[in-house]
Structure formats: C-alpha cells, structure tokens
C-alpha cells in the first residue's frame, strides 16, 4: 500500500500513481482510513509512506511505528525525489516538472604504490 501523508489539497495537485491521501496529521487522532489498518503487520504486506521529502515523513512514520505497526517504509526521496526519477509516475491536477538533482560523484581511494 502506498500512503501520500500530505494534505489534501496538496494531494490532489499531484501525487503518486495508486497512492491513498492520509493526511500525516491525524495519525495523532487515532483516526485511520480502513484500508492502513487492513495492512497493519500483516503477513507478505507492505506500508510504504511518503510526503515531499523525508524529512517530513520521519515524524510521521515514528509516530506510527510508536502506535504499534511494524511493516512501513518511509520513501527516503519522498515525493519529490520519486517525481525527478520518475515523472510519469505522478497524477493530478497541477503536476510539477523536478529537475532532476546533479548526481553527486563518489571517489574511490586508491592505493599509490
């Protein structure tokens, strides 16, 4: 299951193919949509939860880790990283076009003899 943890009217801008609007905030609540509670450690089911960037999403995947469910992935690039990968993927009214990010260059050490 993916979950968009932003809120609605920002959801209905843009956002992840397939994806379910649950607006992070009311995860203190306690109110959840039927179907998160439908994939709450269950067996071969996955939670994978976004917002714009990770940072947003750390908090809220805590929060819900803290109410008891173990089986939830934080996108790390949130919805903006997946938007510069993966442009097609996103739908809505106004979707945005990401840059894609300049990669940054590892440097291997190597060994001077």
Known sequence: ????????EEYEQFHIREALNFPGFRIKTDKFIPQL????????????LYHFDE????D??????EKG?????LLN???EGFGQEIPE????KS??????KEEVKKFKKTRID
């Not at 993927?89 to 809505?92: A, I, K, S, W």
Request: proline letters at 4%; aromatic letters at 14%; glycine letters at 10%.
């Open 1 to 8: 299951m993916l979950i968009d943890l932003r809120e609605p």
């Open 60 to 65: 809220y995947i805590t929060q819900l880790f």
């Open 37 to 48: 509670y439908g994939y709450k450690n269950k067996e071969n089911k996955i939670i994978v």
């Open 89 to 92: 993927g996103l739908e809505g």
């Open 69 to 73: 469910f173990d089986n939830l992935f």
């Open 55 to 58: 940072k947003k999403g750390i």
């Open 77 to 79: 690039t949130g919805i």
């Open 95 to 100: 979707v945005p076009s990401f840059e894609k």
